[in-house]
């Protein structure tokens, strides 16, 4: 009689180490999506800022001209365009920057992504063979308390 309850037992106990298997594999699954959902945000907010500082540089360069023909200068003089160069040249350089650091937060967060999944993956197969290990300890005591 009783090896009947220990190999209920053990059938039970190898049941509930695989659905915390899948439980916990599921979270991490959840958790991924959580990243990837993530990433795709800072794409967006990345984009943002690109178009941003864009159009920050077009007003400030349309300020800048209809402030040098207000004060009567020429357009042309050597030293206005040594200025506006330069102030295309931070506005490229500050859009580089903010591209290359979206770039690496959406790396980061897809990085992120991949190894919960893998969490997830190695919990799962982690929860399979622990409830193997207990199917065989369940059938060595089931033959042991039998004979």
């Known amino acids: 009689m009783w090896q009947f309850f220990l190999a209920g037992a053990s059938v039970i106990s190898a049941y509930g180490q695989m659905q915390a298997g899948k439980a916990a594999q599921a979270a991490a699954n959840a958790e991924a999506m959580q990243y990837e959902q993530e990433k795709k945000q ?24 209809a402030w040098f023909s207000f004060a009567n200068r020429d357009i042309s003089d050597r030293s206005i365009k040594a200025f506006m160069n330069k102030q295309r040249e931070v506005a490229y350089s500050d859009v580089a920057r903010s591209d290359a650091q979206g770039y690496a937060e959406g790396s980061q967060l897809a990085m992120q992504a991949q190894v919960s999944r893998m969490r997830g993956t190695a919990a799962r197969k982690s929860a399979n063979i622990q409830a193997l290990s207990t199917l065989a300890s369940g059938l060595y005591q089931y033959n042991t308390v039998k004979v």
């Open 42 to 65: 800072n794409e967006v907010i990345a984009m943002q800022r690109h178009v941003d500082r864009l159009e920050q540089y077009d007003a400030a360069r349309a300020h800048n001209l």
